[in-house]
């Protein structure tokens, strides 16, 4: 099976930025839509972002105007810079990748502490 693995995750301040990434092994002509969710602890997990094929991004409320989600999709690889980071921020964040053949592929996580 595809494998997605995260980058990026680590403890920041908050106001400061960080940047995610996720890289597949699969041909990105096959993948659709690309995204980013989080689960805080004791919390359900929700969605952040996603950005279509061709690169039209969508974003939860909580996040619009402070982060932004990119593709290359030459790599098979999606992006999150998260800018004014807020103590809220803190939660693991998932990678997901979802293929025209209706398939959903998911990252393991990776960690992003917003802590003074």
């Known amino acids: 099976q595809v494998q997605l693995v995260e980058f990026g995750g680590g403890l920041v301040q908050p106001g400061g930025s960080l940047r995610l990434s996720c890289a597949a092994s699969?041909?990105?002509?096959?993948?659709?839509?690309m995204g980013w969710y989080r689960q805080a602890p004791g919390k359900q997990r929700e969605w952040v972002a996603s950005a279509t094929s061709s690169g039209s991004a969508n974003y939860a409320d909580s996040v619009k105007g402070r982060f932004t989600i990119s593709r290359d999709n030459a790599k098979n690889t999606v992006f999150l810079q998260m800018n004014s980071l807020k103590p809220e921020d803190t939660a693991i964040y998932y990678c997901t990748m979802s293929m025209y053949n209706g398939m959903n592929i998911w990252g393991k996580g990776t960690l992003v502490t917003v802590s003074s």
């Open positions: 699969e041909s990105s002509f096959s993948i659709n839509v």
